[in-house]
């Protein structure tokens, strides 16, 4: 089974990867997708305690992707077309290459939201890091300029 992994944050070029990551599947001819949204970890602040921040459970933030990921479906022509969505929790990039390796997918497809060189120089991009450590091909999906 030919299948493709999708990597969705809740971003605007992620929403926006949904209905591309469909057409896609169709002209290549494959099978299923599998979504994946990875919850961050619990923050600790520089003290080692735990932040005040409540992180979203894995089941509630699973209905709403699930709902975006059935609107955004229709426009990319595939209505029929098999998904799955896969929501854990911890490192992004991690967990998406931990998936990749596990299933054996076809290719990763990931949105990249164009931080500027600081931005990526302190905080990192998760798409390049998965293009880096990934199994198979990835596609790093950019928004088209008149979109954006």
């Known amino acids: 089974m030919r ?3 999708v990597a ?3 971003s605007d070029v992620s929403r926006a990867l949904i209905p591309y990551a469909f057409n896609y599947a169709i002209k290549e001819g494959l099978d299923s997708l599998d979504f994946i949204h990875v919850v961050p970890q ?3 602040d520089p003290s080692g305690m735990p932040s005040n921040m409540e992180l979203p459970k894995e089941s509630a933030v699973g209905e709403q992707y699930k709902g975006i990921i059935d609107e955004e479906r229709e ?3 595939a209505p029929d077309l098999k998904y799955d969505l896969i929501v854990c929790s911890g490192n992004p990039y991690e967990q998406i290459i931990k998936h990749a390796e596990k299933e054996h997918y076809a290719m990763i497809m990931i949105g990249h939201r164009g931080m500027s060189d600081l931005q990526r120089f302190f905080i990192g ?3 390049a890091k998965v293009v880096r450590h990934a199994p198979c091909t ?3 999906y950019q928004r088209p300029k008149e979109e954006a």
């Open 125 to 127: 991009s998760v798409a």
């Open 138 to 140: 990835v596609l790093v």
């Open 3 to 5: 299948k493709a992994l």
């Open 8 to 10: 969705i944050d809740g």
């Open 75 to 77: 426009k990319g022509g």
């Open 42 to 44: 619990l923050y600790f």
